[in-house]
């Protein structure tokens, strides 16, 4: 029986080694498993700004590194959201100048299959050179990068102009701060009807304009640039739009608006002498720059269904 019992003990022994031995080895390889796995998964990294055919990514966006400085002064998102901006929307803008906002809403449209017009300053003999120049620098600038603007529709709005675009296709109509050079010129009630009949019903006029106190007289070329909301009100009713919304997002309560070269003595334009003259060096545009950019309203009308 001793016998048997020394045979017994050592087979014992043998086995236990080989199971820890085994146990070792899963452990190891377990680890090593874990180890490659470790090092084959890298982690996605976080995105870096606004998804990319926001809004919020368009007026981000590096192409508008000249611009953006002016963000704090024209509060592009807060008025687009006001308007109701979408991004698969046929938008027509009417003067849209050198494309301070062509620079946001074009890209917007362009990446969520909207449309964007840019209906410029009609051209023809006896036109203002300037205006010419600015159109046409701003058809290059726009039409060259087909990519971030996508397919910029161009037309023209002015005395004897054609439709703003076909009629009944657009979703939004902009007016940013132009009302009251189509007074100066006698065509502001043509500006209304032709947005009128290029929208949609239902569709959207968005209107931004330098605002003249409500006790003041309206003069009808708006010389110096500001215009009383209640005349702005009259023109939209009496083309048939219904009013929608005011906002005071682009209010500023020190602005007088009581100015040597009006409104365009304040940023952007910083006029130092009448317009078109030679700039007077010894103009003092301390208090002027300290104002900001003019009182402005921001309204919202709708075509009836």
Not at 179 to 200: N, Q
Request: aromatic residues 10%; contains cysteine.
């Amino acid at each position: 029986m001793r016998k048997s019992s020394r045979a017994w003990r050592p087979f014992a022994s043998r086995r236990s080694v080989l199971l820890g031995a085994s146990a070792v080895m899963m452990t190891s390889l377990a680890g090593c498993s874990r180890k490659k796995q470790d090092e084959e998964v890298e982690v996605p990294a976080a995105p870096s700004g606004p998804p990319e055919g926001s809004l919020e990514w368009a007026i981000a966006g590096p192409w508008r590194e000249r611009d953006r400085t002016r963000d704090t002064a024209r509060h592009p998102m807060e008025t687009l959201r006001f308007f109701g901006l979408q991004p698969n929307m046929t938008v027509v803008d009417v003067w849209p100048g050198s494309g301070w906002y062509t620079e946001i809403i074009a890209p917007y449209l362009a990446k969520g299959g909207g449309t964007y017009y840019a209906a410029g300053f009609q051209t023809g003999a006896g036109d203002d050179p300037a205006q010419a120049a600015l159109m046409a620098a701003f058809q290059t600038r726009f039409a060259a990068d087909r990519k971030l603007y996508g397919e910029m529709q161009f037309s023209a709005f002015g005395p004897g102009s054609g439709p703003l675009a076909p009629a009944g296709s657009a979703d939004m109509v902009l007016f940013m701060r132009s009302i009251h050079s189509w007074m100066a010129a006698g065509i502001a009630e043509k500006a209304f009807s032709d947005a009128y009949a290029v929208l949609r019903p239902g569709g959207t006029l968005g209107i931004e304009q330098h605002r003249l106190a409500p006790d003041e007289d309206q003069d009808p070329a708006a010389a110096n640039g500001y215009v009383q909301e209640a005349f702005v009100r009259q023109l939209a009713a009496e083309a048939g739009f219904v009013f929608v919304a005011a906002s005071e997002i682009n209010a500023n309560e020190r602005d007088t608006k009581d100015y040597p070269f009006g409104v365009d003595t304040l940023p952007p334009q910083r006029l130092t002498a009448p317009r078109g003259q030679t700039p007077d060096p010894t103009f003092d545009r301390t208090k002027y720059d300290a104002i900001g950019e003019s009182d402005r309203m921001t309204l919202k009308f709708r075509k009836p269904e």
